[in-house]
Structure formats: C-alpha cells, structure tokens
C-alpha cells in the first residue's frame, strides 16, 4: 500500500516562519472540507504516490515520503506520507513535519487529492486543524505541481450556491467549510474551471527515488 500527502503550505511571508505558526494558520489559510472527493471504484493508490520526493513548499525547501505498508497488506486507495520542511541555508536541519492521510481522485483524467493532516511534529491535529484539504496534482515526468483551491473563488461559489459550505473567520483570516457531500464535490469538479478554481500554488517536488 503506498502512502502520500501533501500537507503544508504557507500563503504568506509572515507565515512562512515556523510549523507552529502554520498549525494556528492552516485552516484560515486554505478552504477546507467535511468530505473527500469521491472515488470511481479505486482499489489501490495511483503508482505515482510512492519514493521520495526534494522540492519547494511556498518560499522553503521541504522533502515529500510516500511510505509503504507491510508487503502483505491489501490494497487499498487511501495512504500516508510525511513532508519534512527544512531550514532555509541548513537543508540538514528540519523546521518540522507533517504527517497526513490521503485519497486521490481520478476525474477528466486528472489526480485530485483529498488530504487529511493527521500529526505536527508528533503531536495529533487539533480540532481547527480538522477536514479534507483538497488539491490537483498536475505530473511532468518526475516533476509534481501541486495546486489548492484559491478561498477567493471557492468564497464566491459558496455565495452563490454551487457548492454547500460556510464562511467564518479565524485570527483575522478568513475561513472557508465545505460541506457538500463526496459526490457533490465529484460532481463539481467534472464541469468546473480547473485552471480557476485550483489556482493558488502549492508545491512543486521532484521524485528523487
């Protein structure tokens, strides 16, 4: 069973610092939702989300794992990975680490991720920190694209019903719950504008081994 996640990501310089700022800022920073995307009879993880990956997490270096299960596992489409944020000027020190849980999605023949942030730095996600965080993976050769939902666009879908969710805020920022069900947000995703809705950056990586 492979094991991926792309959780961790900074919009802002001023939150760029440490993974403890990010933890308090992750759910104000990127819409999140109650549900996964739902799949289309997936069985296993796409091959894709396996080795290790070196790359770019908003301005800093940071390493994406795919783990493996036990050999005798069965297959099964959800799995888990770890990125690893780095000091910037000393790639040998971590600033933290992420574990997540994830789902990938296969739609107009595009991956979508549906991922769930499960541990910082070893401590379990808090209750703000809970929901899907949805993403489009976007695959070049060995090079990965990872791109979220831009809260602007996904505000205004919201407000005009073509997704079902609410609009809050949080330490000044504001935070965005989709509440539509799994296959509502497949549904959405088959006629939406990818290019808008999916269009605030992630990640990039490149696969290492």
Same mark, same amino acid.
């Given at each position: 069973?492979?094991?991926?996640?792309?959780?961790?990501? =900074?919009?802002? +310089?001023?939150?760029?610092? *440490?993974?403890?700022?990010?933890?308090?800022?992750?759910?104000?920073? /990127?819409?999140?939702?109650?549900?996964? #995307?739902?799949?289309?009879?997936?069985?296993?993880?796409? @091959? *894709?989300?396996?080795?290790? =990956?070196?790359?770019?997490?908003?301005?800093? !270096?940071?390493?994406?794992? %795919? $783990?493996?299960?036990?050999?005798?596992?069965?297959?099964?489409?959800? %799995?888990?990975?770890?990125?690893?944020?780095?000091?910037?000027? !000393?790639? @040998?020190?971590?600033?933290? =680490? #992420?574990?997540?849980?994830?789902?990938?999605?296969?739609?107009?023949?595009? #991956?979508?991720? @549906?991922?769930?942030?499960?541990?910082?730095?070893?401590?379990? +996600?808090?209750?703000?920190?809970?929901?899907?965080?949805?993403?489009? *993976?976007?695959?070049?050769?060995?090079? $990965?694209?990872?791109?979220?939902?831009?809260?602007?666009?996904?505000?205004?879908?919201?407000?005009?019903?073509?997704?079902?969710?609410?609009?809050?805020?949080? &330490?000044?920022?504001?935070? #965005?719950?989709?509440?539509?069900? @799994?296959?509502?947000?497949?549904?959405?995703? &088959?006629?939406?504008?990818?290019?808008? &809705? %999916?269009?605030?950056? %992630?990640?990039? /990586?490149?696969?290492?081994?």
């Amino acid at each position: 069973m492979n094991l991926s996640r792309l959780l961790s990501g =900074w919009k802002s +310089a001023g939150l760029t610092a *440490v993974v403890g700022l990010f933890a308090l800022s992750l759910a104000a920073c /990127f819409p999140t939702s109650e549900h996964p #995307i739902a799949l289309n009879g997936e069985t296993d993880a796409p @091959s *894709v989300f396996s080795g290790i =990956w070196e790359g770019g997490l908003g301005d800093g !270096k940071a390493t994406l794992i %795919f $783990m493996e299960g036990a050999e005798d596992a069965a297959p099964t489409p959800r %799995f888990t990975g770890l990125i690893i944020r780095h000091r910037e000027g !000393k790639p @040998s020190i971590n600033e933290g =680490w #992420i574990e997540f849980e994830a789902e990938a999605a296969e739609i107009r023949g595009e #991956i979508f991720l @549906s991922a769930l942030l499960k541990r910082l730095d070893g401590n379990p +996600a808090e209750a703000d920190e809970a929901g899907y965080y949805l993403f489009r *993976v976007q695959m070049t050769g060995d090079d $990965m694209l990872v791109t979220t939902l831009d809260d602007r666009v996904m505000a205004e879908l919201l407000n005009r019903g073509a997704l079902d969710g609410s609009i809050s805020s949080s &330490v000044g920022l504001q935070v #965005i719950r989709i509440t539509s069900d @799994s296959i509502g947000l497949r549904a959405f995703l &088959v006629t939406a504008d990818l290019e808008e &809705v %999916f269009s605030e950056p %992630f990640a990039r /990586f490149t696969r290492q081994r």
